[in-house]
């Protein structure tokens, strides 16, 4: 489909914004929800009423792509519109001193490291954004390499290597695939225009009950708030061994850095200034790639219809967790969807409802930070009582931890209060496990990695259930964005 012709303020209708086509178009480079953050900014700052012409023209500068070019059997259109934010690895437009400052060397695998889905309300009071995990066990549909131009039948494959294998147009067909979500837009962001931007903007603010620590991305944040620049933010979003929920841990924390910058675009004035309002869009805009129908027009209508839009007009979400480490042969370890609770988020983008369900009946479970289904555990006893670590393992699986299912015999059989010992890295992972176990103690290893130990004693060996708070719930949790930001 051609683009539309451009239109004058005077020559548009009044009317209530409807979700156009998809188009074509794709561009690649960094990761994340971050830019999906940025550009979900420029539709908050178009809600000031700014004028047209500030901005008319600026789209001319977006890279453009088609990421739906002959695609058929589509998944049928909802109401609303359905963005698909994508951040790949590419770094060639990162300098040297940014790439040492940042820690940004290392090959890129020329795939999605972030993938979003941002649903859109039709009556646009309400903004819905979806994390797919960049491991997520996936299938494509039948597609043509884009390297070797080879037929490929659908086959399974980590979500975020669709990019690499069939570029833009495979990763939207995969998502829609998998989902059943049609995909209106989509939007791909890099390394440096996220920097610039989060610049632009002054700097967003995040909260941090604890120290937050990577070795791989530089990340060193004591607890407290913080308003990080383009550079640290970088890191905050980057992050996946900060703790032990890795890859689920680092979407959690993109989420709040998003909610927090819709919190500074519609707080700080900057929608009342229409000099700070161009550079920004000029900065967002300037910097991503995207398919033809999505531009200032689309931006334009879709902030005027979004003038009361704040931070708790924002709901975020991750993928419901069935399995951590599914294996695949050729593949290697993914993360595989919970079908059930999964469609039914789905579903809501497709209905146009909220993420949220109705609330959960209490239940006794005790409250940890760590979901149990994030966190790995060797079980090994440290009695002469045959089978208890078999007993623990069995307990702890059960309430959902990740154990090895190879409970071991301890070197000392003479222990009297269960012990877990952990990595100090790992230590947040290390309470929710001790909160499962009454009695135990905890003991620091450094060096242990994230699989923790459970060493069963003769006092204190029986398990109770825990559940992870709402923000850190595996991946189930549907949050609003006034409740992860500082706000």
């Known amino acids: 489909m051609s683009p539309a012709p451009p239109r004058s303020p005077s020559s548009r209708p009044a009317r209530r914004p409807q979700p156009r086509p998809a188009g074509p178009a794709p561009r690649r480079r960094p990761r994340w929800a971050m830019r999906a953050a940025m550009t979900l900014s420029v539709v908050v700052l178009a809600s000031a009423g700014i004028g047209h012409s500030l901005v008319s023209g600026l789209d001319s500068g977006i890279a453009r792509v088609d990421p739906f070019k002959d ?5 049928r259109a909802g109401h609303g519109m359905n963005v698909l934010m994508v951040g790949t690895d590419g770094r060639d437009r990162i300098t040297e001193a940014e790439r040492r400052r940042y820690r940004l060397g290392g090959a890129p695998c020329h795939c999605t490291d972030t993938l979003m889905i941002v649903h859109i309300s039709e009556d646009r009071d309400r903004a819905s954004v979806v994390s797919l995990p960049r491991d997520s066990y996936a299938e494509t549909p039948p597609h043509t390499d884009r390297t070797t131009g080879e037929e490929h039948h659908g086959h399974p494959i980590k979500i975020n290597a669709a990019y690499a294998e069939g570029g833009p147009q495979l990763t939207v067909r995969t998502v829609e695939h998998m989902t059943h979500v049609k995909i209106d ?73 998003l909610a927090g910058l819709v919190d500074r675009a519609t707080s700080s004035g900057i929608l009342l200034n229409p000099l700070r309002f161009r550079d920004v869009t000029r900065a967002v805009l300037g910097s991503v790639r995207a398919d033809r129908g999505f531009g200032t027009d689309e931006l334009l209508d879709l902030g005027r219809a979004m003038r009361t839009f704040s931070p708790s007009s924002s709901e ?24 059930v609770r999964a469609e039914r ?58 154990t090895t299912g190879q409970p071991a015999t301890a070197r000392d059989t003479s222990v009297r209060r269960t012990v877990v010992s952990h990595d100090p890295r790992w230590d947040r992972s290390a309470k929710s496990l001790a909160a499962a176990l009454p009695g135990s103690v905890l003991r620091p290893v450094p060096g242990l990695g994230p699989t923790l130990k459970v060493t069963a004693g003769t006092e204190s060996h029986q398990v109770r259930r825990v559940r992870a708070d709402a923000p850190d719930r595996g991946g189930s949790a549907v949050v609003r964005g006034d409740e992860v930001s500082c706000a």
């Open 71 to 75: 695609m058929k059997n589509r998944p």
């Open 185 to 257: 837009h989509y939007l791909e962001v890099d390394f440096t225009s996220f920097m610039k931007t989060v610049d632009v903007l002054g700097g967003v603010r995040i909260c941090t009950d604890r120290r937050l620590t990577d070795s791989y991305t530089g990340l060193d944040l004591a607890p407290g708030d913080h308003t990080l620049r383009g550079g640290e933010a970088l890191r905050y979003v980057r992050s996946r061994h900060a703790d032990a929920s890795s890859d689920l841990g680092r979407m959690k924390r993109q989420q709040r850095f």
């Open 316 to 339: 975020f979400a991750t993928v419901p967790i069935g399995r951590m480490g599914y294996a695949v042969k050729g593949i290697g370890s993914t993360v595989k969807w919970d079908p």
């Open 345 to 402: 988020l789905f579903r809501a983008l497709r209905d146009d409802r909220p993420l949220a369900a109705a609330p959960r009946r209490r239940d006794r479970a005790v409250r940890v930070e760590v979901a149990p289904q994030q966190i790995r555990v060797q079980v090994e006893n440290g009695t002469r009582t045959p089978g208890l670590a078999r007993q623990v393992d069995t307990a702890l699986r059960a309430t959902g931890f990740r």
